[in-house]
């Protein structure tokens, strides 16, 4: 059975680095889009970014540009989100994940998800 597995999250300042890692096993996801999405209490999930199945087209929502990186490993079957410059309203759960159509991921609609790693921020 397919599945993403998160890993990495954790409590840290504003200011800090942290990076998230994407562990998928039961199939092989080298055709995938694969992203990351957050999801703050009492909020709608949010698009944070996605990296195309080649890595050549890479995707940010705004409020992370600059600060957070995102990338893949096809070898482990892994997508990373280096997170730096983390500040307060970064906090959320963060959940990968992968869809064969990057407009769909992008846009919030994928054929897999990860449970998801809490991210805390504190000021």
């Known amino acids: 059975q397919a599945q993403l597995v998160e890993s990495g999250g954790g409590l840290v300042q504003a200011g800090d680095s942290l990076r998230l890692s994407c562990a998928a096993s039961?199939?092989?996801?080298?055709?995938?889009?694969m992203g990351w999405f957050r999801q703050a209490p009492g909020k709608e999930r949010e698009f944070v970014a996605a990296i195309s199945s080649s890595g050549g087209n890479i995707y940010y929502a705004d409020s992370v540009k600059g600060r957070f990186t995102i990338s893949r490993d096809k070898v482990k079957n892994t997508v990373y989100l280096q997170m730096n410059s983390l500040k307060p309203e970064d906090t959320a759960v963060y959940c990968c994940?992968?869809?064969?159509?990057?407009?769909?991921?992008?846009?919030?609609?994928?054929?897999?998800w990860g449970q998801g790693t809490q991210v805390t921020v504190s000021s």
């Open positions: 994940a992968a869809s064969l159509y990057t407009r769909a991921l992008v846009g919030g609609t994928s054929n897999y």
């Open positions: 039961g199939r092989t996801f080298s055709t995938y889009t």
